[in-house]
């Protein structure tokens, strides 16, 4: 069993950053690949970045290449998504998820993770 916990959310102004972290329970961080999803007011939860195990593989929703930046420590059982020049359509409900895989490999699709945070708010404003 692994339980994430998210922190970092907030209000900021279009262009601004924010720090999203999200801290994983359990003595095996590092054979979980990580991912951030978002879901706005009345949409489903999207994909935004994912990360592998050992944080060499690494993949992005197109619109926020550039913009955001996965990361994780496996010392600290935890996972960031550092997020820069924010839009207000970044406006969304974050949460980090956690998936068991034997390779070190990377997952972009809501179905395939075993366990969800409670998410934090992230608010942009224009």
């Known amino acids: 069993q692994v339980q994430l916990v998210e922190s970092g959310g907030g209000l900021v102004q279009a262009g601004g950053s924010l720090r999203l972290s999200c801290a994983a329970s359990?003595?095996?961080?590092?054979?979980?690949?990580m991912g951030w999803f978002r879901q706005a007011p009345g949409k489903e939860r999207h994909f935004v970045a994912t990360?592998?195990?050992?944080?060499?593989?690494?993949y992005y929703l197109d619109s926020v290449k550039g913009r955001f930046t996965i990361s994780r420590d496996n010392a600290k059982n935890t996972v960031y998504l550092q997020m820069n020049s924010l839009k207000p359509e970044d406006t969304a409900v974050y949460y980090c998820?956690?998936?068991?895989?034997?390779?070190?490999?990377?997952?972009?699709?809501?179905?395939?993770?075993?366990?969800w945070g409670q998410g934090t708010q992230v608010t942009v404003s224009s």
């Open positions: 359990g003595r095996t961080f590092s054979r979980y690949s």
């Open positions: 998820g956690a998936v068991y895989s034997t390779y070190d490999l990377t997952f972009s699709q809501s179905y395939e993770y075993d366990y």
């Open positions: 990360i592998s195990g050992s944080g060499g593989r690494k």
